[in-house]
Antibody, heavy 121, light 107 residues
Framework: QVQLVESGGGLVKPGGSLGLSCAAS????????MTWIRQAPGKGLEWVSQISSDGGAMSYADSVKGRFTISRDNAKNSLYLQMNSLRAEDTAVYYC??????????????WGQGTLVTVSS | DIQMTQSPSSLSASVGDRVTITCRAS??????LAWFQQKPGKAPKSLIYATSRLQSGVPSKFSGSGSGTDFTLTISSLQPEDFATYYCQQYNSYPPTFGQGTKVEIK
């Protein structure tokens, strides 16, 4: 069965850096686009970043562009998010999710359980 | 960016009720509309994509309709496990955007 397991969240000071990982299993990871989506405490869902199946194309929300970097290692079935220059408003649960295919391309058919990032002094 | 507006923001309903949630896009998105269910402390779960297609394993009590800018999610007979927050999402253009959520509570 498809599994996505995030790790790497924690408490970091404003201006600091943190790296998130997402370990994928149960499907051919290299066939799928992947994404990061976040949810601030008590708030709704916000798309953060997306990467193509071969890692050659990335896109970012304006709110994180220039500060966050998405990457993947298909040999390790892993997705990453490097977050630099963190701000209080980056505090959220970060989910990795798999993009669907065909008619579901562009939406998210499987999600991880999330990892909490707290930016605070 | 395309803005997605859900209504109502919350509703109270009883077991067995028929519930309808509306999602409106700030511009036309064809049928590129998905719905998710999220329970407290859990990740969102995909229910519907392409406006009306059920994800594998999702019961047929959930249905979706609409096109262009106006969409609906209907739960035909609300059960205890359906009390949750529901989000719509457009994927017609980047960035993908979500509605603010509709919380379905027990009356």
């Amino acid at each position: 069965q498809v599994q996505l397991v995030e790790s790497g969240g924690g408490l970091v000071k404003p201006g600091g850096s943190l790296g998130l990982s997402c370990a994928a299993s149960g499907f051919t990871f290299s066939d799928y686009y992947m994404t990061w989506i976040r949810q601030a405490p008590g708030k709704g869902l916000e798309w953060v970043s997306q990467i193509s199946s071969d890692g050659g194309a990335m896109s970012y929300a304006d709110s994180v562009k220039g500060r966050f970097t998405i990457s993947r290692d298909n040999a390790k079935n892993s997705l990453y998010l490097q977050m630099n220059s963190l701000r209080a408003e980056d505090t959220a649960v970060y989910y990795c999710a798999r993009l669907g295919t065909l008619a579901a391309a562009g939406t998210y058919d499987y999600w991880g359980q999330g990892t909490l990032v707290t930016v605070s002094s | 960016d395309i803005q997605m507006t859900q209504s109502p923001s919350s509703l109270s309903a009883s077991v067995g009720d028929r519930v309808t949630i509306t999602c409106r896009a700030s511009q036309g998105i064809s049928n590129y509309l998905a719905w998710f269910q999220q329970k407290p402390g859990k990740a969102p779960k995909s229910l519907i994509y392409a406006t009306s297609r059920l994800q594998s394993g999702v019961p047929s009590k959930f249905s979706g309709s609409g096109s262009g800018t106006d969409f609906t999610l209907t739960i035909s007979s609300l059960q205890p496990e359906d009390f949750a927050t529901y989000y719509c999402q457009q994927y017609n253009s980047y960035p993908p955007t979500f509605g603010q959520g509709t919380k379905v509570e027990i009356k």
